[in-house]
């Protein structure tokens, strides 16, 4: 079974920058639709980027230019780097595959705040 571990996160103040990773094991991550999604306390779970195979990638205007979502194919690991980071992007963060999603990782913490 496909085991997703997310980290990275930590406490940082607005402005700042973090860079989360997105280890798997038992599957690649090199092809296909991956995301990284978050979920803030009593909010639903939303995608925050997106690549595809080709390394097409696509932001909501949330965090456009601001987050750059990537994959090195040789660690299977997938990475968000989070510049000019603001408080409502305090959340858990995830990875996951965009279609037939894998069990769920526990998420990396990300906090915001001065």
């Known amino acids: 079974q496909v085991q997703l571990v997310e980290s990275g996160g930590g406490l940082v103040q607005p402005g700042g920058s973090l860079r989360l990773s997105c280890a798997a094991s038992?599957?690649?991550?090199?092809?296909?639709?991956m995301a990284w999604y978050r979920q803030a306390p009593g909010k639903q779970r939303e995608l925050v980027a997106h690549i595809k195979t080709g390394d097409w990638t696509n932001y909501p205007d949330s965090v456009l230019g601001r987050f750059t979502i990537s994959r090195d194919n040789a660690k299977n690991t997938m990475y968000l780097q989070m510049n000019s980071l603001k408080p409502e992007d305090t959340a858990v963060y995830f990875c996951n595959r965009i279609f037939d999603p894998w069990p769920w990782g526990q998420g990396t913490q990300v906090t915001v705040s001065s």
């Open positions: 038992g599957s690649s991550l090199s092809f296909g639709d």
